[in-house]
Nanobody, 114 residues
Framework: QVQLVESGGGLVQPGGSLRLSCAAS????????MGWYRQAPGNQRKLVAT???????NYEDSVKDRFTISRDVVKGTVLLQMNNLKPEDTDVYYC????????WGQGTQVTVSS
């Protein structure tokens, strides 16, 4: 089993930056992919970015030039650096891990507003 604990999130102005952190515990060496998803109230959860244990990354098109995902496989951590934030980035962000099933963090609120 894998447990995910997130930190970060908050209120920022448009154009600002924020960094989200996630730490995994349990069967860390079983995790194939780690990443971040986001979900607004009433909407489905959508992929933001993922990283495998070889360093291959995948980004949703709207964040590819603004967000950076980084993963430390040994420590079992994953970070999401978010730059040039826009109001449409406002969502609850969830840490994600996969190995023969999905594992989720508790979610952290990101609000981009003037």
């Amino acid at each position: 089993q894998v447990q995910l604990v997130e930190s970060g999130g908050g209120l920022v102005q448009p154009g600002g930056s924020l960094r989200l952190s996630c730490a995994a515990s349990g069967s860390i060496d079983s995790i194939v992919v780690m990443g971040w998803y986001r979900q607004a109230p009433g909407n489905q959860r959508k992929l933001v970015a993922t990283a495998d244990h070889y360093g291959t990354t995948n980004y949703e098109d709207s964040v590819k030039d603004r967000f950076t995902i980084s993963r430390d496989v040994v420590k079992g951590t994953v970070l999401l650096q978010m730059n040039n934030l826009k109001p449409e980035d406002t969502d609850v962000y969830y840490c994600y891990a996969w190995y023969r099933g999905d594992f989720w963090g508790q979610g952290t609120q990101v609000t981009v507003s003037s």
